[in-house]
């Protein structure tokens, strides 16, 4: 195996351990509640926000963290400083279009078509809403790109007490993904060669899909008794509570973590507040 | 070690699933003492696996079924306390590597069953560390279990069952979806285990070759879960072999081909139970003052025999009913596609076949010539590209335009209909490809297809292929019946008889024995070799290299997505190419390769044996001379 292999194989591994990036991508470092604490009111803010102000120093705010704090690969980069950028102007101008022209004819006409009138007031109603979003997706990513699956679930089970054996099936079941995946495009192949494939059109597609369902389940009802008998085998749920190895401690710097994100969050709203008062 | 407790004590036990009418096993009593190593032998569906649930109270815990008598761990019954809490005495290592693995790294994987039992995290550690060693996997302790191979992630559930820290492990077929790397990889470890004596083992195994070796103990049943036989293993097997044979329990190769020497009147004092104790006798056979026999040329390879289908007793208990004479008693039939070979066109002819799955390059460049009538077994690690030219060679995955050619057709660009009156394709897992919702209408649904362009095929004529069809692979008393619904060799056997029954002249399977016994990979060969026979060509994707011996007339090796070597059976496996491949001759060639008469190093197949024994012939005298 190549090395890119490796890398490639790195990059889409679910489980791979959470690496440690350093003292200064900080984020790797917190505990994944506190990651999700931390931006949680700045997030249910952003649904019911107005103006740009607010859902754009909350946008910048999370791209600084992400930046500074957590390690990003060079998808995230191009995810965060090419896609977003794009996207965003895409929904900004999609936005604008859809607006009611006569919530905003106090603004200069930019152009009209017919009767339609285009005004430069619609362009920032569009950029609110298409900043809302980017806020609220970059906040989420503060936890998204810093956090391992295995990490959050135990941190469920460590901090909020959510039963194991919830969470620990939950990740077990995760391993089912590819594995259906993979069944599914032998299914897909074996209906073609014996002359499912025939007909077109949704009527046809939808059977053509529920033809799949029979086998998919099959194997997969059988593989999930499989893995149940493994882990019962192995004294999965023998006791209340179990082992564990990996603590995920919330430390004190969660603590500073959430409360700088919360005051930070407050300053933004109140200094927002205060201009749009003035 | 003389006067050991007992870990497990099995009084009486009759197990009966929900719904069957029949308890398997029906009666077993078995104690299991420290350090020793228990082989449950029986033919499909005597409930083997069964009593392995039963021994850590999956069974009636966790799988619904019914135990009368009673079940004992460490004394205490198994119907009194918990899975969980019996998993401290005894583990379990199952048959699927992947339906085993719950966690993320080979670590965690390891530690999952410590940390359940709430051990103190250093001794989780300490134990996770020399279960590992054990296995070989602790530099891979990092990994994704996903990146081992099918023997690593065996080996890995291995250490899960050692890091439990229990007396006793039970494994139920380890070894059945793996390919010969991986089934030796388990055995060492094994082996290591045995010599070590700190645990009792119960083995469910098919593959006697590689178990044989280690075991202490066996206790047969029979066809309805009856114990008909326990003790000690060389005395149970040497002193029944006959009477096992014909239960349809699967000997080792060794203890097959003293049968067959046996039988052709070369008396052996007694049976070989490993190609070491075969390789012996022969020795033994030799030096007893035979004159040196002829030196023979590659027998298999000359004789009819590659088209002719020979496959011992045991397949006689599972056979359809339907394929009366049984091939090994026929004279091979000669066919005029086998004599006519050379002149006719060949079925499949590749050309240049480069295949790429997500801009990995999986084929480079195949050329390979498959003539009509042949059986080719297409053998390599895995990884080394079988599928994927089976897949293309059947057009389930179209090749590249011109690439491949099967009698006249190119699967690149043929229809569903056109495809499938010429070439059958047989997935691995036969659920996968039924698609209608009784046995009669997935037979029929191939006809069906192919009626819309021809007018003769219409009702009562596909009425009359499906019957004759269903009778053939003995599933006429199942017509109705859901194919989901059908045991494991019925499904194997309806969807060989899917493939066919548009008429296909080539028939493709892909990995047809994974996963099965012995007795249903008995039985679906002799299905092949009897099509085989009336000159349907056969392509087979397979790791079972017994198989490949005993059936197959040509051999494609494949390494790495390229050919590296392709010819008659009995030329491949009188070459190294398997083992410069990777694999590992048969046991059977490996014993008789070691021979010091060389008149056994060019035989391959049980027949081939036969015919060796022949060979010295009436001028030669043979030893003990109680031959004819």
């Known amino acids: 195996m190549s090395a890119a292999d490796a890398r490639a194989e790195r990059r889409t591994d679910p489980y791979a351990d959470a690496r440690d990036w350093g003292r200064v991508r900080f984020l790797h470092r917190l505990n994944p509640l506190a990651k999700i604490a931390g931006p949680l009111p700045a997030m249910i803010v952003l649904i019911f926000s107005h103006g740009i102000p607010v859902p754009s120093s909350f946008l910048l705010l999370a791209v600084a963290l992400l930046v500074v704090g957590a390690h990003l690969g060079g998808r995230a980069l191009l995810g965060l400083f090419v896609l977003l950028p794009v996207a965003m102007a895409v929904l900004t101008v999609s936005f604008a279009l859809w607006t009611d022209a006569s919530r905003v004819s106090d603004t200069e006409l930019l152009f009209q078509v017919g009767d339609y009138r285009f005004h430069a007031g619609a362009l920032a109603v569009g950029a609110a809403t298409a900043l809302r979003l980017a806020g609220i997706l970059t906040l989420s990513l503060v936890a998204g790109l810093t956090t391992t699956g295995p990490d959050l679930v135990r941190a469920l089970v460590q901090q909020l007490r959510v039963p194991y054996r919830l969470g620990y099936t939950a990740l077990a079941a995760y391993r089912f993904v590819p594995r259906f995946g993979h069944e599914l495009d032998v299914i897909r192949q074996a209906h073609r060669v014996r002359g499912m494939a025939h007909g077109r059109g949704p009527i046809a597609a939808a059977r053509r899909h529920l033809g799949y369902v029979v086998p998919l389940l099959a194997g997969g009802i059988r593989h999930a008794e499989r893995v149940s008998l493994a882990m019962d085998s192995r004294a999965f749920g023998a006791h209340a509570t179990r082992t564990e190895r990996h603590l995920v401690p919330f430390r004190a710097r969660d603590w500073v973590f959430v409360g700088a994100f919360w005051a930070a969050s407050a300053v933004i709203l109140v200094v927002a507040a205060a201009l749009g008062g003035a | 070690m003389t006067e050991p407790t007992p870990l497990i004590e099995v009084e009486d036990a009759r197990i009966r699933h929900l719904g069957s009418p029949a308890a398997t096993p029906d009666g077993v009593t078995l104690t299991v003492s420290p350090g020793e190593v228990v082989l449950v032998l029986g033919p499909s569906g005597c409930g083997k696996s069964t009593l392995a649930l039963a021994l850590n109270g999956l069974v009636p815990h966790a799988v619904a079924a019914t135990l009368e008598g009673e079940v004992r761990v460490a004394g205490v019954p198994t119907t009194e306390t918990t899975v969980a809490a019996l998993s401290a005495h005894v583990a379990m290592v199952f048959q699927d590597p992947d339906a085993q693995i719950v966690t993320g790294t080979v670590l965690d994987e390891v530690c999952f069953g410590p940390e359940n039992l709430q051990l103190p995290v250093d001794e989780v550690l300490a134990r996770a560390e020399r279960a590992l060693r054990q296995v070989g996997l602790w530099e891979r302790r990092a990994e994704n279990p996903d990146r081992l191979s099918g023997g690593g992630r065996q080996r890995l559930a291995i250490a899960c069952a050692l890091a439990l820290g229990s007396g006793v492990i039970v494994l139920d077929e380890p070894t059945a979806n793996l390919d010969p790397r991986g089934i030796d990889e388990v055995y060492a470890v094994l082996s290591a285990l045995v010599r070590e004596r700190d645990h009792a083992i119960v083995l469910v195994e098919h593959d006697l070759d590689a178990a044989m070796g280690l075991v202490d103990r066996v ?410």
């Open chain 2, 219 to 628: 206790l047969v049943l029979d066809r309805h879960g009856r114990p008909i036989a326990e003790g000690p293993a060389g005395t149970v097997l040497r002193s029944r072999a006959q009477e096992l044979l014909e239960l349809g329990v699967w000997l080792p190769t060794a203890t097959l081909a003293g049968l067959r020497m046996r039988a052709a009147g070369i008396p052996l004092p007694e049976l070989p139970l490993t190609p070491a104790e075969l390789t012996a006798a022969l020795d033994a056979l030799d030096t007893a003052g035979a004159a040196p026999p002829s030196s023979p040329t590659s027998r298999s390879s000359t004789s009819p025999s590659p088209t002719s289908p020979s496959r011992p007793a045991p397949t006689s208990g599972t056979t359809p009913p339907s394929r009366s004479p049984t091939p090994s008693d026929a004279p091979p039939p000669t066919l005029p596609e086998a004599s006519a070979r050379d002149g006719a066109a060949p079925a499949v002819r590749v050309r240049g076949l480069r295949v790429a799955k997500s801009r990995t390059s999986i084929l480079h460049g195949i050329d390979l010539e498959v003539g009509r009538g042949d059986f080719l077994a297409v053998v390599g690690t895995n990884g080394a590209g079988k599928t994927t030219l089976l897949q293309a060679i059947a057009g389930v995955v179209p090749p590249p335009k011109g690439t491949v050619d099967v009698l006249g057709l190119d699967p690149s660009r043929a229809d569903v209909r056109t495809l499938a009156r010429t070439v059958g394709f047989v997935f691995q897992n036969p659920e996968h490809q039924f698609i209608r919702a009784t046995v009669a209408e997935e037979l029929a649904h191939g006809l069906e297809l192919q009626s819309a362009a021809d007018s003769s095929l219409n009702a009562p004529a596909i009425a009359d292929r499906v019957n004759r069809m269903l009778d053939r692979f003995g599933l006429a008393g199942l017509r109705d019946a859901h194919p989901f619904l059908l045991s494991g060799g019925q499904k194997r056997r309806l969807s060989v008889g899917t493939a066919l029954i548009a008429g296909a002249p080539v028939l493709v399977l892909d990995e047809p024995t994974f996963g099965q016994d012995r007795a249903r990979a008995a039985e679906l060969l002799g299905i092949l070799s009897a099509l085989n026979a009336e000159g349907t060509t056969v392509i087979v994707a397979t790791h079972d290299l017994q198989l490949v011996a005993d059936h197959a007339s040509h051999v494609l090796v494949l390494t790495g997505g390229a050919v590296a070597a392709h010819g008659t059976t009995g030329a491949i496996l009188g070459s190294d190419a398997l083992e410069s491949a990777g694999l590992r001759a048969p046991a059977l060639v490996r014993a008789l390769r070691a021979t010091a008469d060389p008149r056994w190093h060019g035989v391959t197949g049980l027949d081939g044996l036969e015919a060796a024994v022949r060979m010295p012939g009436p001028a030669h005298p043979e030893p003990g001379g109680a031959r004819g």
